[in-house]
Structure formats: C-alpha cells, structure tokens
T-cell receptor, first 110, second 112 residues
Framework: RKEVEQDPGPFNVPEGATVAFNCTYS??????FFWYRQDCRKEPKLLMS???SGNEDGRFTAQLNRASQYISLLIRDSKLSDSATYLC???????????FGPGTRLSVLP | DADVTQTPRNRITKTGKRIMLECSQT?????MYWYRQDPGLGLRLIYY???????NKGEISDGYSVSRQAQAKFSLSLESAIPNQTALYFC???????????FGPGTRLTVL
C-alpha cells in the first residue's frame, strides 16, 4: 500500500460547483498534513495546512480524520483559476520527511 | 527575486554524461531537499539535508549524489545519466518538518 493515496481524478466540474478531494495515509504516526496546489509544469505551492480541528480559508475547507487516517479538501464555488493538480502531503515529524500523494487533477469548466 | 532558484531550467543530455543541477535559496532555511516528479507518480524524494553536515538518502537515491556546499546551496549530480532519469526535478527548503516547504521552479531534464 502506498504511504499516501489520493482520488485518481481527473475531476471535471462546471464553474460554481463544489468539489471534494480525499486523501488517505498509511502511517498512523503522521504528525503534519498539508494540501499543495501545482499548476501545469510549475512548482507545488502550499494551499493550506490541515489542523486536527479542521480549518477554512475562504472557499477552501480542509478536514483531518486521524482515526480513519484521511484528509479531505473541499472547494466551494469553483473558479476557472482553481484548475490545477492538488497534492496531499504528510509528514511524520521528528526529523522525518514529507511524503507526497500522486495528486488529483481538477479542471473547472466554463 | 525568487527565494529558491534552480539552474539550469531545462537540459537535454545524452546517456552516460555527467550532469549537475544546482539549487540556491535565500530563505535561510537549514533543510533542503531534492525531488523528482514523473507523471502519475507524484514527487519522490532523492536526497535531503537538514544542515550542511547532514545529508541523507531519500526514497530513490540510486544513480544520484548531492553536495551541500553551504547553507544556501544544494547540488544534485547524475554521475552517468540514463534515459529513465528523464524527469522534472525540484529543489525545496523548509524551516521545520511541520511547516511549509518552498519549491524552486524545477529543472526539466531529458536524457537521450
């Protein structure tokens, strides 16, 4: 089993739609969780960290379920500019490294 | 100016050639990383360094070596390039393991 798995995608949604991405991780000792966004042929950039209590940033909401070892990202009122690949990233902390999921590609259509 | 820079941005080379990819950062971070990205596989860690004297192998270090010349510089070398090393290579930095990684713009390497 891969350490971090994501919805395979791609997701094609109309503007204004709500879309949810899921990510599961295999190591229960994981400490830190992130969603990154990567535009085509560009570097990944942090979208948001994911906190145990869940967190929201504008149209984006991230949730963490430690018991089930999954993380979600909800995007409301999708914009054309949201089209990108979304990467789930996990870190076990204590000098360990970041582990990236394969990404889920989103295309928001006019 | 970008906080994390990589040179070259694109490189085409032949099998058996030695290649060096360079990364520099102005963020003052101790931690630096080299990843490669292949379609459908996500980013995979090649090497990482938590400070100038601390260098560690990542998931896929075979065929690669690194040098941490200073806090701000971390170079990746392919001693004898082979076609399956064709990929997009990213350098990244972080302050700690529980916060953001900052990536360079990437180097697209093609080995013929």
């Amino acid at each position: 089993r891969k350490e971090v798995e994501q919805d395979p995608g791609p997701f094609n949604v109309p503007e204004g739609a709500t879309v949810a991405f899921n990510c599961t991780y295999s190591n229960s000792a994981s400490q830190s969780f992130f969603w990154y966004r990567q535009d085509c042929r560009k570097e990944p950039k942090l979208l948001m960290s994911v906190y145990s209590s869940g967190n929201e940033d504008g149209r984006f909401t991230a949730q963490l379920n430690r018991a089930s070892q999954y993380i979600s990202l909800l995007i409301r009122d999708s914009k054309l500019s949201d089209s990108a690949t979304y990467l789930c990233v996990v870190n076990m902390g204590y000098g360990q490294n970041f582990v990236f999921g394969p990404g889920t590609r989103l295309s928001v259509l006019p | 100016d970008a906080d994390v820079t990589q040179t070259p941005r694109n490189r085409i080379t032949k099998t058996g050639k030695r290649i060096m990819l360079e990364c520099s950062q102005t963020k003052g971070h101790d931690r630096m990383y080299w990843y490669r990205q292949d379609p459908g596989l996500g980013l995979r860690l090649i090497y990482y360094s938590f400070d100038v004297k601390d260098i560690n192998k990542g998931e896929i270090s075979d065929g690669y070596s690194v040098s941490r010349q200073a806090q701000a510089k971390f170079s990746l070398s392919l001693e004898s390039a082979i076609p399956n090393q064709t990929a997009l290579y990213f350098c990244a930095t972080s302050e700690r393991d529980d916060n953001e990684q900052f990536f360079g713009p990437g180097t697209r390497l093609t080995v013929l």
